[in-house]
């Protein structure tokens, strides 16, 4: 990815590889984060991406000012919010969320309730401050024995290792503890990696 021409960068809506997050802060360009911005089955409600911006050397998102008829919360599975710094799914409502799909109600309910609340899918924190950040997405949360284990945190801490190009994580059936941990590994050109130097790291 060559960004030595590069003046501002979007990225959306999936959280950039910290290898090439690092390439955009180092080419000097403005770093735009659109955090809000979902992909669902055929089409993307980029029409609501304002939501959250975020800028280079800022881990967090906030909403911009100006956006006062755009609200926010994180809500559990039964639509009540949840304290400050909860991971739980993002709900959006206001003047730039779509009004539904284009000729389907069915995928248009499940999204968007009757009270106008846009069901994004993305887990999110959000903090008492205003900010707040993706964690991961509701359909790729790994349930292992009970615990609840985002991909990102998994593909994060193998990307750190030198010889990790990128990293994808995701769950597999297991019938004893609902689900176990599988990882795809991406080696930087050259590099080589055995079972056991993995599980050492």
Same mark, same amino acid.
């Given at each position: 990815m060559e960004l030595s021409d590069q003046v501002i960068s979007f990225t959306a809506p999936a959280a950039l590889f910290p290898e090439k997050d690092a390439q955009v802060v180092d080419s000097g360009?403005?770093?735009? !984060?659109?955090?809000?911005?979902?992909? &669902? =089955?055929?089409?993307?409600?980029s029409a609501k991406g304002r939501t959250f911006y975020s800028f280079q050397g800022i881990p967090y998102a906030k909403p911009p000012t100006g956006l006062l008829s755009v609200k926010?919360?994180?809500?559990?599975?039964?639509?009540?919010?949840?304290?400050?710094? !909860?991971?739980?799914?993002?709900?959006? &409502? =206001?003047?730039?969320?779509?009004?539904?799909?284009w000729d389907d109600a069915k995928e248009t309910r499940q999204f968007i309730g009757p009270d106008g609340w846009v069901r994004t899918g993305d887990q999110f924190v959000l903090l008492e401050d205003g900010y707040g950040k993706i964690v991961g997405r509701i359909k790729e949360m790994i349930f292992r024995a009970g615990d609840k284990i985002f991909p990102k945190d998994i593909e994060d801490f193998f990307t750190e290792h030198p010889d990790v190009l990128e990293a994808q994580a995701f769950g597999v059936p297991d019938t004893k503890i609902g689900e176990e941990i599988c990882v795809f590994l991406k080696l930087r050109d050259g590099a080589t990696l055995t079972e056991g130097d993995v599980s050492n790291y």
């Open positions: 360009a403005i770093r735009v !984060t659109v955090r809000q911005g979902v992909m &669902r =089955g055929k089409t993307m409600t926010a919360k994180v809500v559990d599975n039964d639509g009540r919010m949840v304290p400050m710094g !909860t991971p739980e799914e993002l709900w959006i &409502r =206001g003047y730039s969320v779509m009004l539904g799909y």
